[in-house]
C-alpha cells in the first residue's frame, strides 16, 4: 500500500488552524499534488503534498504528534 511520509522532523497538523477543517479527511480521495496537511519546524510551517494517488486515505498521525523525517504519515489505497 501506498504511504505518504514526512519529509521532516517536527509537529504533523492535518489542518492550518484549530478553528479550520482538515486539509483531507479518513476516507476521502487523493490525488498528487494534494497538500495532506503541515510540519511545523521552529515556528515554519511546510506543506506536506502526496506523491501518491489514491480513492481513499488513511492517517497513521494523528493531529499535533511530533515526527521524525521519513515517519508514514497516511497510507493510500
Not at 511520509?5 to 483531507?24: E, M, Q
Amino acid at each position: 500500500m501506498p504511504s505518504i511520509h514526512s519529509p521532516l522532523p517536527g509537529t504533523f497538523y492535518r489542518s492550518s488552524a484549530p478553528d479550520k477543517p482538515p486539509f483531507k479527511a479518513d476516507g476521502d480521495m487523493v490525488a498528487v499534488g494534494d497538500v495532506i496537511g503541515l510540519i511545523e519546524v521552529m515556528k515554519s510551517f511546510h506543506e506536506v503534498k502526496s506523491e501518491v494517488a489514491g480513492a481513499s486515505i488513511a492517517f497513521v498521525t494523528d493531529n499535533e504528534e511530533p515526527v521524525m523525517a521519513g515517519a508514514v504519515l497516511a497510507e493510500v489505497s
